[in-house]
């Protein structure tokens, strides 16, 4: 793994704090549709984390029972622990995971209220339909973030290919996400990947 950007100071955590804010404001759909973005910023511009580690928080997080907002904790703590050891870690995890949540939470309470005063108007229908393809379009890019983190390692024509038909199975198969991810950790404990 490559050496990672000394300590953050106090304007990096503000930084860091204020990103989580914005990506939240923004998030339509969850933040895994703006990992794309995050990646950019938090790897190739501040240098704090690394795409490995950005991929394996994502992984962890979607394998572990709950939220998927869970991979924000995991990136905090890695951003953290890459700055100062377990206490950054912990603080790393606790802010970003309140830097995400605090705005989106309050913009739904409001939105919530005001949508069920307005369900019935044709505007409000047509921004829920709208919304649709713009989330998907936003989860395709993330996957391919995902997979291109990979792919620049040493491009794999079997990745490629694992990749279309797990995308085929979610789509149109009845197969639950679990075993999906189990059956990709077999196949990496085998070596096969």
Request: net charge neutral.
């Amino acid at each position: 793994m490559e050496a990672i950007a000394s300590a953050l100071n106090g304007s990096d955590w503000l930084f860091l704090i204020k990103s989580f804010m914005l990506f939240s404001v923004v998030a339509m759909g969850g933040p895994l549709i703006l990992l794309p973005e995050m990646q950019r910023l938090f790897v190739e511009q501040q240098g704090w984390i690394t795409a490995e580690q950005v991929t394996a928080s994502v992984v962890i997080a979607q394998a572990a029972p709950g939220p998927n907002v869970l991979f924000i904790a995991l990136l905090g703590w890695n951003i953290g622990f890459n700055s100062g050891g377990w206490g950054a870690a912990v603080f790393g995890a606790s802010v970003s995971m309140f830097a995400i949540l605090l705005p989106s939470s309050v913009m739904l309470f409001a939105c919530a209220r005001w949508l069920n005063r307005h369900q019935d108007k044709a505007f409000v229908r047509a921004f829920k339909q709208g919304m649709s393809p713009i989330v998907i379009a936003l989860l395709i890019c993330s996957g391919w973030s995902l997979a291109a983190t990979g792919m620049i390692i040493d491009f794999d024509w079997r990745l490629l290919l694992l990749t279309f038909i797990v995308v085929g199975l979610v789509v149109w198969g009845r197969i639950h996400m679990f075993w999906l991810l189990a059956m990709g950790a077999a196949l990496g404990a085998l070596g096969l990947f």
